[in-house]
């Protein structure tokens, strides 16, 4: 069983800037996709970005791109949300998730972390 934990969630005003990190305990993660997903009050949980396991194929959400770019360290175990230019309804709890498939639907993703939050001051 693969354990993620996020970290570097906080508050920040619009405009300002967030990375998160997500930390694998196993190295399983470096032949999986990587993702992290949003979840804000009464919404569906929802793709953020994702990228594959040999980090050339990433997709992201309309409503992130240009502002969001997500990356991998293989060799650490680790996944990256680095985040600018944060508006208010980027406000959320943030999931890292690994599945087998680079894709938008949450059902292929196999295992999660606990989640961080992320508030976005206006």
């Known amino acids: 069983q693969v354990q993620l934990a996020e970290s570097g969630g906080g508050l920040v005003q619009a405009g300002g800037s967030l990375r998160l990190s997500c930390a694998a305990s196993?190295?399983?993660?470096?032949?999986?996709?990587m993702a992290w997903f949003r979840q804000a009050p009464g919404k569906e949980r929802e793709l953020v970005a994702a990228?594959?396991?040999?980090?050339?194929?990433?997709i992201y959400a309309d409503s992130v791109k240009g502002r969001f770019t997500i990356s991998r360290d293989n060799a650490k175990n680790a996944v990256y949300l680095q985040m600018d230019s944060l508006k208010p309804e980027d406000t959320a709890v943030y999931y890292c998730?690994?599945?087998?498939?680079?894709?938008?639907?949450?059902?292929?993703?196999?295992?999660w972390g606990q989640g961080t939050q992320v508030t976005v001051s206006s």
């Open positions: 998730a690994g599945g087998r498939i680079t894709a938008y639907d949450k059902s292929l993703y196999d295992y």
């Open positions: 196993r190295r399983t993660i470096s032949t999986n996709t």
């Open positions: 990228i594959s396991f040999s980090g050339t194929n990433t």
